[in-house]
């Protein structure tokens, strides 16, 4: 083999400026790193500092809300079977109540904390939050107009929790439906109709709301009979009856008040009514008006005195008019009737005539 080929297959020396280049990009990444270890040192610093304050003050806050939330409950059972306390909601309902308001504030202080702390750990890294901030303006305005009825039942259901409105077991009359309460979100309140639908009533819809269940209610009963009756009797018999009931369970519970007779509501030629009422618990007037009137009834027939009621009154199909039936005469039926006369055939003239 030639001295040529040989010196052409052996490796070439490896040049020695290549070293030296490599040692310049050493030397300058390692006093790029010299330069910036502190800045780097200092932006994770803030960044691990804005993490610790942000977790523990939203930790700090939500036990804070938890603890407001626990120290309600507290007082409210303190008045529970008092007559205070009959007069307020149950236990049950203010308890989720105060549950619903909780969350609410608590996932508000998270967001806004969180939030911000994302904010800041940004501006660490030296990024311009002035265009995100205005993007985030714009789609958030885009959003609001977009899904502003959203927002608008959102708002109404936290209104509607923290005025305490209504709650679930409650009956109320919502303007587009009545029942009573099943389930109570921030959107959308569900109803249980008399007849046993459901309706899914949006809290942004809702313009009055009529609670039939907090504080009292009131049962009315209307007692018939005839004006000839003694009124005296009649309030006796139905002031026995009232306290017969009050005495018993559990109707004793459910009445508030007693029983009054108002006195006479309207007299007529063929009647008069006795206005009686009574203050109830809530929701349980239907029930006591039911029995105060089964109860009135047995005393008004145990004193012999009859009820009468608005019936009205049947036509009498005997003593109806027979000629009611038949059809007026007719002018052509009389032959001198001037309609007759006109319709009568004028007769030939005579032709034999000299």
Known sequence: MSLSVLLAAAPS??????????????GNAAGW???????????GLRILLIVAVAITLRYLIRRALTNLIDRMNRSAQA????????????????????EAIGSVLRSVASFL??????????GAFKINLAPLLASAGVAGVALGF??????TDFLSGVFMILEDQYGVGDTIDAGVAS???IEVGLRVTKLRGDNGEIWYVRNGEVKRIGNLSQGWSTAGVDVTVRPTEDLEQVRKAITAAAETMTKEEPWSERLWGPVEVLGLDAVLLDSMTVRVTAKTMPGKSVGVERELRWRIK???DDAGIRMIGAVPAQQDESAADPTAGVAAPSAYASATSPQSMATTPIPPANLNKH
């Open 13 to 26: 020396p490896e040049p020695v400026g290549s070293l030296g280049e490599a040692a310049e990009q050493a």
């Open 33 to 43: 790193v010299e330069e910036n270890w502190s800045t780097w040192l200092s932006t």
């Open 79 to 98: 008045v529970e079977g008092t007559a205070l306390g009959g007069l307020l909601v149950n236990a049950e309902r203010r308890r989720q109540r105060s």
């Open 113 to 122: 904390i969180m939030g911000t702390a994302a904010l800041m750990i940004l």
């Open 146 to 151: 977009g899904a502003r009825n959203l927002v």
């Open 179 to 181: 029942g009573e309460v």
């Open 298 to 300: 047995q005393a008004l």
